[in-house]
C-alpha cells in the first residue's frame, strides 16, 4: 500500500514569488509520481509525471518537481507565481505494474497567490 | 470536447436513503474510474469499469456500494442505506485506455452529505 503526505494545507504567496508545495511518499514498491491542480468547480488535472529517467520533470504552465528517491520527495516548484495558479494542487502515486491506474492522492495543498 | 459530467454536484440523503452518482466520461472514452474523498484525507481509488465489466473494485466497500458502466448510459456509483461516515466527496475519472501513456481526467466530483 502507499500514502501520500502533503506537508501543507495551504500555502499563501504573492504574484511572482517562487513556490515550492511538498510532497513525501511511502510505498514498499517502487511508484510512479503525478501532481495535478484543481481549479474551483473543475476536475482535477494533470500537470507532470514521473514514470522514469531525468529526476526533473517539466509540466505545464511553467512548473517542474524533482524525484527525489532517497528523500522519497517529490516537490512541485515554481520561479514565478501568477495569480491565475490559485488552485488546490495534489500529490499522488500509483504502483509499477499492472494496477498503475490505482491514484493514491495527498490531501492537498491550496495555493493562493496575492497580488 | 466537453469534460467528465457528473450529476448532481452535490447531494443531501438521510440516513437511511440510497444516494445515486452519476458520472458521464469525455466522448469515446471508455473505462472510468470512482475515487473517494473522505474529510480531512486524499482521494481513495474505488473501483474501474470499462463498459459493462468491473475490471477492478479492490476499493469498494464490501456492502452497500455498487457501481455499473452500461453499454449506453452513464457510469453509476450507487450507495444504499447511506450512514453518516458515506459523507465525502466523489470523483469520477474517465481514460481513452489502459495505461500511463492515457491519462485520466477527473470530473468536478460529487459532494455527498449524509444527515
Known amino acids: 500500500a502507499q500514502s501520500v503526505t502533503q506537508l501543507d494545507s495551504q500555502v499563501p504567496v504573492f504574484e511572482e514569488a517562487p513556490v515550492e508545495l511538498r510532497c513525501n511518499y511511502s510505498?514498499?514498491?517502487?511508484?510512479?509520481l503525478f501532481w495535478y491542480v484543481q481549479y474551483p468547480n473543475q476536475g482535477l488535472q494533470l500537470l507532470l509525471k514521473y514514470l522514469s529517467g531525468s529526476t526533473l520533470v517539466k509540466g505545464i504552465n511553467g512548473f517542474e518537481a524533482e524525484f527525489n528517491k532517497s528523500q522519497t520527495s517529490f516537490h512541485l516548484r515554481k520561479p514565478s507565481v501568477h495569480i491565475s495558479d490559485t488552485a488546490e494542487y495534489f500529490c499522488a502515486v500509483s504502483e509499477r505494474g499492472g494496477s498503475n491506474y490505482k491514484l493514491t492522492f495527498g490531501k492537498g495543498t491550496l495555493l493562493t497567490v496575492n497580488p | 470536447n466537453a469534460g467528465v459530467m457528473q450529476n448532481p454536484r452535490h447531494l443531501v440523503r438521510r440516513r437511511g436513503q440510497e444516494a445515486r452518482l452519476r458520472c458521464s466520461p469525455m466522448?469515446?472514452?471508455?473505462?472510468v474510474y470512482w475515487y473517494r474523498q473522505l474529510p480531512e484525507e486524499g482521494l481513495k481509488f474505488m473501483v474501474y469499469l470499462q463498459k459493462e465489466n468491473i475490471i477492478d473494485e479492490s476499493g469498494m466497500p464490501k456492502e452497500r456500494f455498487s457501481a455499473e458502466f452500461p453499454k449506453e448510459g452513464p457510469s453509476i456509483l450507487r450507495i444504499q442505506q447511506v450512514v453518516r461516515g458515506d459523507s465525502a466527496a466523489y470523483f469520477c475519472a474517465s481514460s481513452l485506455d489502459r495505461g500511463l501513456d492515457y491519462e485520466q481526467y477527473f470530473g468536478p466530483g460529487t459532494r455527498l452529505t449524509v444527515t
Open positions: 510505498s514498499s514498491v517502487s511508484v510512479y
Open positions: 466522448k469515446g472514452h471508455s473505462h
